[in-house]
């Protein structure tokens, strides 16, 4: 049987030896890479980094799904800024956004929120989802017909060109006689700013939405209060005018049947829209009117041949569909179909301060009797304010021009 060997065990001086041959192999700045505790610790070291950076790609992907936009929805986190010094750097991510648009945007549940920040004051928008909640939704030809068709409408025909228009004043069966006789060169429509303010209860068929709710036009005496409804009804080939609405303000429209096709040109381009110089709305509270002359829908580019350089956002907007034009776009609409809609228009807090520009222009006496601390007044302090130096004469011709307005409608036919 063979005997089992003995571990040699080193002499002392044999360990001596290993251990300053060891020490020999030792890094003068005491770093031994090959010890089995540093080794440890550089694959933990290693362990660690492949974490994070395994961590920081996950969370860049995500975040690029979660800002990956659609055209009907804007991610509001792209306007939250943090530690900003100042309300420049605060307004850069939204315009930045705003500008990459460059066309309508159809928004259903659009928050009060995301529509002040994006769209208010900024950029049009058609709101898809609030006019079906209208009993105004219902209105038909025959229902106006057997509920108002002997009652009188104001209306303008147009024979050839769009400047060639003339105002009258019939039962509205009368016009609706002739709805479908429409051409290119001759046609009707029918823009009655007074129809449903006389008649409330109809006009009630027509719910403010959330985005219209701040209305400071509603501090304004009735004198000299913009009249907030105006009824729309055309042939097909009508058109408006291209305009910027009165005052300035954030202006909306909305079709019930038929179909309208808009023309919108970002502010920044009057240089090429040949506007009608000194003109005044003849509103019951003057102000300027501004006008062009182009009809953008058969434009004549012989005589205005700056108008080639202007660039407008072009859509369709749909029965159901209201249209929100911020301050000072101008814009022109045309009636493919025979057409139905209402106008309306608000001033709050993103057009006020525009809006008291545009009425003291033409307003000076008015002007002149602001309080010296009046540009330091918050929006409803500042209305208030013009509306109570209000001088007494310009009040009375408020009263003048709305009387007036009620007899042409009696008078013509």
Same mark, same amino acid.
């Given at each position: 049987? =063979?005997?089992?060997?003995?571990?040699?065990?080193?002499?002392?001086?044999?360990?001596?030896?290993?251990?300053?041959? !060891? #020490?020999?192999?030792?890094?003068? %700045?005491? %770093?031994?890479?090959?010890?089995?505790?540093?080794?440890?610790?550089?694959?933990?070291?290693?362990?660690? $980094?492949?974490?994070?950076? =395994?961590?920081?790609?996950?969370?860049?992907?995500?975040?690029?799904?979660?800002?990956?936009?659609?055209?009907?929805?804007?991610?509001?986190?792209?306007?939250?800024?943090?530690?900003?010094?100042?309300?420049?750097?605060?307004?850069?991510?939204?315009?930045?956004?705003? #500008?990459?648009?460059?066309?309508?945007?159809?928004?259903?549940?659009?928050?009060?929120?995301?529509?002040?920040?994006?769209?208010?004051?900024?950029? &049009?928008?058609?709101? =898809?989802?609030?006019?079906?909640?209208?009993?105004?939704?219902?209105?038909?030809?025959?229902?106006?017909?057997?509920?108002?068709?002997?009652?009188?409408?104001?209306?303008?025909?147009?024979?050839?060109?769009?400047?060639?228009?003339?105002?009258?004043?019939?039962?509205?069966?009368?016009?609706?006689?002739?709805?479908?006789?429409?051409?290119?060169?001759?046609?009707? $429509?029918?823009?009655?700013?007074?129809?449903?303010?006389?008649? &409330?209860? *109809?006009?009630?068929?027509?719910?403010?939405?959330?985005? !219209? #709710?701040?209305?400071?036009?509603?501090?304004?005496?009735?004198?000299?209060?913009?009249?907030?409804?105006? *009824?729309?009804?055309?042939?097909?080939?009508?058109?408006?005018?291209?305009?910027?609405?009165? $005052?300035?303000?954030?202006?909306?429209?909305?079709?019930?049947?038929?179909?309208?096709?808009?023309? *919108?040109?970002?502010?920044? #381009?009057?240089?090429?829209?040949?506007? $009608?110089?000194?003109?005044?709305?003849?509103?019951?509270?003057?102000?300027?009117?501004?006008?062009?002359?182009?009809?953008?829908?058969?434009?004549?580019?012989?005589?205005?041949? *700056?108008?080639?350089?202007?660039?407008?956002?072009?859509?369709?907007?749909?029965?159901?569909?209201?249209?929100?034009?911020? =301050?000072?776009?101008?814009?022109?609409?045309?009636?493919?179909?025979?057409?139905?809609?209402?106008?309306?228009?608000?001033?709050?807090?993103?057009?006020?301060?525009?809006?008291?520009?545009?009425?003291?222009?033409?307003?000076?006496?008015?002007?002149?009797?602001?309080?010296?601390?009046?540009?330091?007044?918050?929006?409803?302090?500042?209305?208030?304010?013009?509306?109570?130096?209000?001088?007494?004469?310009?009040?009375?011709?408020?009263?003048?021009?709305?009387?007036?307005?009620?007899?042409?409608?009696?008078?013509?036919?």
């Amino acid at each position: 049987m =063979t005997k089992p060997k003995k571990r040699k065990i080193p002499s002392k001086s044999e360990s001596q030896k290993k251990k300053s041959e !060891l #020490q020999a192999n030792i890094p003068k %700045n005491g %770093n031994n890479t090959d010890k089995p505790d540093d080794i440890t610790s550089r694959n933990r070291s290693t362990y660690i $980094y492949l974490v994070c950076i =395994t961590f920081v790609s996950f969370l860049f992907l995500f975040t690029a799904l979660y800002c990956n936009v659609s055209s009907k929805s804007i991610n509001l986190d792209v306007f939250k800024t943090k530690n900003t010094t100042s309300e420049e750097e605060k307004n850069v991510p939204l315009f930045e956004q705003i #500008q990459k648009m460059e066309t309508i945007h159809r928004r259903a549940n659009l928050s009060l929120d995301e529509f002040q920040a994006v769209y208010d004051g900024k950029w &049009p928008v058609l709101i =898809t989802d609030v006019m079906q909640r209208w009993p105004a939704i219902n209105w038909t030809t025959e229902f106006f017909l057997n509920s108002y068709g002997e009652d009188r409408i104001t209306m303008k025909a147009v024979r050839g060109s769009l400047n060639k228009g003339e105002s009258f004043a019939l039962p509205l069966k009368l016009y609706l006689s002739h709805i479908n006789e429409g051409t290119p060169d001759t046609w009707t $429509y029918l823009e009655d700013e007074i129809f449903l303010e006389q008649r &409330p209860k *109809l006009k009630e068929d027509i719910i403010t939405p959330v985005y !219209l #709710q701040e209305d400071y036009f509603q501090m304004f005496p009735p004198e000299i209060r913009p009249w907030n409804a105006m *009824l729309l009804w055309g042939t097909r080939f009508s058109r408006s005018s291209l305009h910027i609405d009165p $005052y300035n303000w954030t202006g909306t429209n909305a079709v019930f049947m038929g179909l309208k096709k808009w023309k *919108l040109f970002e502010p920044g #381009q009057d240089q090429y829209l040949y506007v $009608y110089p000194d003109r005044k709305s003849e509103f019951p509270l003057n102000c300027n009117k501004y006008n062009s002359p182009i009809d953008t829908f058969n434009p004549d580019y012989k005589k205005y041949p *700056l108008f080639k350089k202007a660039r407008a956002i072009e859509f369709d907007q749909h029965p159901g569909e209201m249209l929100i034009i911020p =301050t000072g776009w101008f814009h022109q609409a045309y009636n493919d179909d025979v057409t139905m809609a209402v106008s309306s228009q608000v001033m709050n807090s993103g057009n006020y301060e525009i809006v008291i520009e545009e009425i003291l222009k033409v307003n000076k006496k008015l002007k002149r009797r602001l309080p010296d601390n009046f540009q330091d007044l918050g929006p409803v302090e500042k209305v208030s304010t013009l509306m109570r130096l209000m001088p007494k004469d310009i009040l009375k011709r408020g009263r003048e021009v709305n009387d007036k307005a009620v007899h042409e409608i009696n008078k013509i036919t």
